[in-house]
């Protein structure tokens, strides 16, 4: 069962914490998701902030 605190973005489940979190060993696949789950937090959102620069600097590797 969810948390009501949690957020359902597709198939994957976004908790709130999440944000907070500063990925690390980003893909560029990981990063991409990362934007679509993440995209209505924009800049304050680390996630979202972490996966737009890994994303602009062209660090994929893929």
Do not use: K
Not at 8 to 14: K, Q, T
Request: glycine share 6%; hydrophobic share 35%.
């Amino acid at each position: 069962m969810s948390s009501p605190f949690q957020r359902h973005v597709g198939a994957a489940v976004v908790s709130p914490t999440a944000c907070s979190d500063e990925p690390n060993g980003l893909t560029y696949r990981q990063a991409r998701e990362m934007l679509r789950q993440h995209d209505i937090h924009g800049p304050q959102c680390r996630q979202w902030l972490a996966a737009a620069a890994y994303l602009s600097a062209g660090l994929d590797d893929e």
